[in-house]
């Protein structure tokens, strides 16, 4: 208690001193750095899901074969939500002699309720993003329906025993199916026209359904209470069920900002432990003061501890102020360039962040804190006593559990986080090792150098372990730095590349195979690159290895799935591009033997199947086994055709097929679309335009997001390069005050001080180029499924940067302690 | 506070220090033994070496000895452990330190004020007051050791080591780093305030003139008590 009121009591004196301000800063660097980074995640997190809700225009879509009994809408309103019906049923679309089939989609007043729906004026023309539905009496129409009933905008279509009028050309609904799911052209009209339509009658298939969107926290609320008492005919879908590849990217996105926190986390932690070392250096003297005045162990830590804790809670206020505002600014500034503001977040940030910077500093400020109760009285008389270093276990314990308990949160799951901290430990050890190496052929160099490297590289090796620590200091910096600067660019570039301006943007599916050599000569008059044409043919799986698919057991649900609906399967000669052989071999060019399959690796594992499992087909009544001989990995952001199951040449002969095919139509060839559908009406088309703009906008979104992040990080790392240099300030001054007593140039104690400062750089730059070059590549490949490239320049880099970051921020740091009057340091000793 | 009376506040019995050096173990302090009754003015000497500071180290507690034990105010150190140490010193022991050792961070008053509150003083800042007064501070009690010349350092350092009325005082080369003059005027100021108090002052310098003004003189060389001589008077 007497304790706890000293602390309280003279920490407004520390505070005024001056002394404390290097751990007050990194602590609040620390917070600032996390809670904008939080904020930022939650934010663009929030965008990216609200992105992925838009497959199914709502947060939940409550789906059924007979009209949604209003007792939902009801329960909906109660929980503030909003609302809005929809109803899709096949009906052909006439326009004087022409016909076409489509999907009627009939919709209310706040349809679409997440996303919005795109039209434009003219076939082809300019796109605009629409708010509100079509006016009774009016419809917007797929361009597809208008170039095969011959109509225009303007025009009048009859659907059922409406006469309604064209007055847009719809190009994109959020809720349009990637899938084959809705392949006939969509109509839209609006639900005040459906009771005189004569459309909705017995034997219709019609599907309704009630969109629901609102506040997050409601929306789950809601759904919680809907699970149970929903009748069985009301199917419920809620975001995280829907698009697979909006959820992928999403996914990816998020992941992508956790790591860029991790990042920070990590650099802060580095800082935060530094300079507690420092502050308890500083506080040694005064604490053999009290010893020897008879101050107990057990004041010195609580006076300690409680000291540190209002240095947290400064920090964390501070930081977490600086980190709102910047991530204000910043969220300002994304925004403007992802049109559409960013949604806002709570205070979870702040407390997240609040909570990380308490593990913080009791994982890693805490060892130096105990350190320093141990230290010996008789330092008041002999001021080399020191205390005996921490435990090395009691350390690396705290740290590591520190690190784990606050990684865990931001990864989120335990092998990513055993990859990371592996990484972290193989790193560390590396560079401490290597750091203790140079020391050594450090001390060996020096007889040959001039007076100033003589006297920067004897610093260097003079104490030993300590610039060993601080190397590792110095290199875990540059390490994450650099691992930061390679995701980011090679990582962006790995999705660019998978998704560049050159990707498909059309599908065309159901070609007849008579069809195929005319749609192929319609590309080449227009100077379109004649695609691939990739055959499909519609199957159903009987047997796994004799035993029926009904009965089989699978690892999931989706396998059983796989097994049981109707498959497309293909065949083809040569391994697809987009494709990668993971398990197995492709078969030979030329291979004519029995029926081979090669299985989609998750299809896979979800199904249970294996190299050499034989799978039965039915084909139009035929019977076809083929025996699995390879397993694939498939990029599905290629958006080339693919499949689950491909099977070798030969084995589908003579059975129904169809072609599919994917192709870059440019902009102003699009009009040629009207003519392919003109003379092919059976072939459907389908603009990949807005979904690839849709997945687009995530990637830019993501990408933004972390080079805004990246600056945080920037400075959590030089945080570290100040903290490691201020540690040994005191050393410096003294010592650079002897050496120009002795008769020293000031350049001269200068050049040496550079000199070391650069040997620490360049080795710290020399490990954490290999160390950032090793995580680097497991995190491609682990994290994000993406090929890892060497790239030699990162070893420049790191050189490079370490030389130049260490000498810069040691240039600042120690020009106080070159500068300062010999005989101010000399004689001001212990006051 | 022990519960009998005491006449012998500090006791060295063999007082022996070992410490580990390049060369093997190194004796500093070799089976020194003496007693010191309360209120003795005690001034040790020796050349630069000799262990004087080993033994201040010793008897105050800060340090333990290899053998032999040492009874400060009626406690046997050896038998206590650190935090056991540390509270004797904050009932009994004050310090004056060569190089002062004032809290950088702390106002004259508040570095008078610190082992006041560590001995659980209820009003330390009127306590501080009154010794700051009488060290002649009076008009300087806000100002931080930076602002304070050496002797006026040591004369806050002389006014923290009487602000608890310990049984016993330590000084180790008080006027080490001050000119003659100032040295002097602060020595002064010690006896004054030994007198008005019943501190025994155990005093180490090289300071021959500083050493006779002493009732005792202990004579330390390499390690060992070479002489124990008492004032005439
Ligand atoms: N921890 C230690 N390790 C090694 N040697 C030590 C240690 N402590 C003291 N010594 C040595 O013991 C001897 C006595 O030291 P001490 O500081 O007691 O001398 P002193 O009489 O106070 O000298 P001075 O008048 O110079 O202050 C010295 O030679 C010193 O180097
Ligand atoms: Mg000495």
Redesign the pocket.
Do not use: Q
């Given at each position: 208690m007497k304790a706890v009121r000293f602390a309280l009591r003279s920490f407004g004196r520390e505070l005024r001193s001056g002394e404390v301000l290097v751990l007050l800063a990194a602590v609040g660097l620390a917070v600032a750095a996390l809670t904008a980074v939080g904020f930022l995640t939650d934010r663009i997190g929030k965008a990216v899901a609200r992105q992925a809700n838009e497959v199914l225009a709502a947060d939940l879509r409550l789906r059924s074969q007979s009209p949604v009994p209003d007792e939902w809408r009801a329960l909906a309103a109660e929980y503030e939500l909003q609302t809005a019906d929809t109803l899709s049923f096949p009906s052909v679309v006439f326009r004087g002699d022409d016909n076409a089939l489509s999907t009627i989609k009939v919709v209310s007043e706040l349809y679409p309720l997440r996303g919005a729906v795109r039209v434009s004026d003219e076939l082809f023309g300019e796109q605009r993003e629409v708010d509100g539905i079509p006016a009774a009496g009016e419809v917007w129409a797929d361009g597809a329906l208008l170039a095969r009933v011959g109509a225009n905008v303007g025009d009048v279509l009859e659907i059922g025993e409406l006469q309604l009028t064209v007055s847009a050309v719809l190009t994109y609904r959020p809720d349009q199916s990637i899938g084959f799911a809705s392949l006939a052209p969509t109509v839209i009209l609006n639900i005040a026209d459906i009771d005189s339509s004569g459309l909705i009658g017995e034997g219709s298939r019609v599907r309704y359904a009630l969109l629901v969107a609102g506040d997050e926290s409601n929306v789950a609320a809601f759904n919680e209470e809907i699970q149970g008492i929903l009748p069985d005919e009301i199917r419920v879908r809620s975001q995280e069920e829907s698009s697979e590849r909006a959820y992928n990217a999403a996914d990816r996105a998020q992941r992508f900002l956790s790591l860029t926190a991790v990042i920070s986390l990590l650099l802060s932690a580095v800082a935060v432990a530094m300079s507690a070392r420092r502050f308890a250096q500083r506080r040694m003297d005064t604490v053999a003061l009290m010893k020897s005045l008879g101050a107990t162990q057990g004041f010195v830590i609580t006076v300690s501890l409680v000291q540190l804790m209002l240095l947290g809670v400064l920090g964390v206020a501070a930081g977490s102020i600086t980190g709102y505002v910047a991530e204000e600014l910043l969220a300002s500034v994304l925004s403007d360039l992802l049109a559409g503001s960013l949604p806002g977040t709570g205070l979870r940030p702040v407390i997240l962040a609040s909570g990380s910077a308490l593990v913080l500093m009791l994982g890693f400020a805490l060892p130096a804190m105990i350190q320093l109760r141990n230290t010996p009285p008789l330092r008041v008389?002999?001021h080399d006593?020191m205390p005996p270093a921490p435990s090395r276990l009691l350390v690396a314990g705290l740290s590591l559990a520190a690190v784990a308990a606050l990684l865990y949160r931001s990864v989120g799951d335990a092998r990513m986080l055993l990859i990371l901290i592996g990484g972290i430990i193989v790193i560390a050890g590396a560079l401490y090792l290597v750091g203790r190496a140079l020391v050594a052929v450090i001390g060996r160099a020096r007889s040959g150098v001039g007076v100033a490297w003589r006297y920067g590289l004897a610093n260097v090796a003079r104490r030993g372990r300590d610039s060993a620590v601080q190397v590792v200091a110095f290199g875990l910096g540059i390490t994450v730095l650099l691992l930061l600067t390679i995701v980011r660019t090679d990582l962006l570039e790995g999705w660019r590349a998978s998704l560049d301006e050159n990707a498909p943007n059309h599908f065309l599916i159901n070609i007849q195979p008579h069809e195929v050599d005319a749609v192929g000569a319609l590309f080449a008059q227009n100077d379109i690159e004649v695609p691939t044409f990739t055959p499909l043919v519609r199957a159903r799986m009987t047997t796994i290895n004799d035993e029926s698919v009904k009965e089989r057991e699978y690892p999931n649900r989706d396998g059983e799935w796989l097994a049981n609906r109707e498959a497309n399967l293909s065949w083809s000669a040569e391994l697809s591009a987009s494709n990668d052989i993971v398990e197995g071999t492709w078969w030979a060019l030329d291979y004519a033997g029995p029926p081979l399959a090669s299985i989609e690796e998750e299809a896979a594992m979800n199904a249970g199947l294996m190299i050499g499992d034989r799978l039965n087909f039915t084909v139009a009544g035929r019977d076809v086994e083929a025996e699995i001989a390879s397993i694939r990995k498939v990029n599905w952001d290629s958006f080339q055709p693919n499949f689950f199951i491909v099977l070798s040449p030969g084995a589908l002969d003579g059975m129904p097929t169809t072609f599919i095919s994917s192709l870059r139509i440019p902009d102003e060839k699009q009009p040629m679309l009207i003519d392919l559908m003109r003379a092919h009406p059976s072939i459907s088309v389908i603009d990949l335009g807005a979904i690839l703009q849709q997945v687009r906008g995530i990637i830019e979104k993501a990408s933004l997001a972390v080079q805004a992040v990246f600056l945080f990080t920037l400075a959590a790392g030089i945080a570290v390069l100040f903290a490691a240099v201020q540690s040994t300030i005191d050393e410096r001054r003294f010592e650079s005050a002897m050496l120009r007593a002795l008769g020293a140039r000031r350049r001269t104690v200068f050049a040496g001080v550079m000199a070391e400062f650069a040997a620490l750089g360049a080795a710290a730059g020399v490990l954490a180029s290999a160390g950032a070059s090793v995580l680097a590549a497991l995190v491609a490949v682990q994290l994000f499924d993406l090929p890892y490239e060497f790239n030699p320049v990162i070893w420049l880099a790191g050189v490079g940067a370490g030389i130049l970051v260490v000498c810069v921020s040691g240039f600042f740091a120690a020009r106080g302690a070159v500068n300062a009057r010999p005989v101010d340091v000399l004689r001001g000793a212990p006051a | 506070m022990p519960d009998r009376p005491v006449s012998n506040v500090l006791e060295a019995h063999q007082l022996s220090k070992e410490?580990?050096?390049p060369e093997g173990a190194?004796t500093?302090l070799k089976q020194v033994s003496f007693t010191i009754a309360a209120g003795e003015t005690v001034a040790v000497v020796?050349?630069?070496?000799?262990?004087?500071?080993?033994?201040l180290a010793l008897l105050a507690g800060l340090d333990l000895p290899t053998r032999g034990h040492v009874n400060l105010n009626g406690a046997n150190l050896s038998d206590l452990d650190e935090d056991g140490r540390a509270l004797v010193r904050a009932e009994s022991v004050g310090f004056v330190f060569q190089s002062f050792h004032l809290v950088p961070s702390l106002n004259a008053l508040e570095n008078v004020m610190l082992p006041l509150e560590l001995a659980g003083h209820d009003d330390a800042r009127r306590a501080a007051r009154e010794i700051i007064d009488k060290v002649g501070l009076a008009d300087r009690w806000s100002h931080y050791p930076a602002q304070l010349s050496g002797g006026e350092k040591q004369r806050v350092a002389i006014a923290r080591a009487f602000a608890t009325e310990p049984a016993v005082l330590f000084a180790?080369?008080p006027t080490g780093n001050l000119d003659s003059r100032t040295g002097e005027n602060i020595m002064e100021l010690m006896f004054e305030l030994n007198r008005n108090s019943s501190t025994t002052l155990v005093l180490?310098t090289?300071d021959n003139g500083l050493a006779a003004r002493c009732e005792r003189v202990l004579a330390?060389d390499a390690?060992g008590l070479v002489s124990d001589t008492r004032a005439a008077a």
């Open positions: 008389l002999r006593e | 410490v580990s050096s190194l500093i020796g050349p630069s070496g000799a262990g004087k500071s080993t033994l180790d080369e180490v090289h330390l390690g």
